[in-house]
């Protein structure tokens, strides 16, 4: 796995960029914004962290990965907030972008825009497999797209699609471990053909596309 981070930013140089960790769930999206955003800290860059509201899994305040790395961060109702940060704010991690609304593309585009350097991590696809929120605008306008994936629980194969165990027709479901298993494509398939809770609408969207 290559990261991307040519354009890790030295003190007093004004390069802004757009930097998007995407892949289902499990895949590592949380521990690599971590990662990056650690090492800003050991560089010295003031570092800001914010999440959509919605995300209150595990902590308040803090951005919390699967193996418990904690980094703290603030909730916000809606992405137009994150431009009211402090000044001489350097880098900017955006966690779970996919519950945000779809101007987060247009605020990254301004922070970028100032100097700042923007890292976002999020879902890039929803348990049907259909892009989520603003995931696809971000991937678009970033400079860097890194896409990392979790291991399929039927095959062992690279998952990247986060299979719904439950059934339930809501795109916003959280309390992943129990709901959610990643699956590669084929084994995704498979199960998307049988399982019940479906719609009818999905259904027929599958069969028009053969
Ligand atoms: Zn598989």
Known sequence: MLFSEQNFKRKKELIGSIEIICGSMFSGKTEELIRRLRRAQIAKLQVEIFKPKVDVRYDEKAIVSHNQNMIPSTPVDHSSSILLLSATTEVVGIDEAQFFDHELPHVCNQLA?????????????????????PM??????????????AVCLQCGGPATYSYRTIANEST??????ESYEPRCRTCF???QDTECFLSEELEGKKESHK
């Open 172 to 177: 916003i479901l959280l309390g992943e471990t």
């Open 113 to 133: 825009d100032r100097g700042i350097r923007v890292v976002v991590a999020g879902l890039d696809m929803d348990f049907q497999g259909n892009p989520f929120g």
């Open 189 to 191: 398939n498979n199960n």
């Open 136 to 149: 696809p605008a971000l991937m678009s306008i970033a400079e860097h797209v890194t896409k990392v994936h």
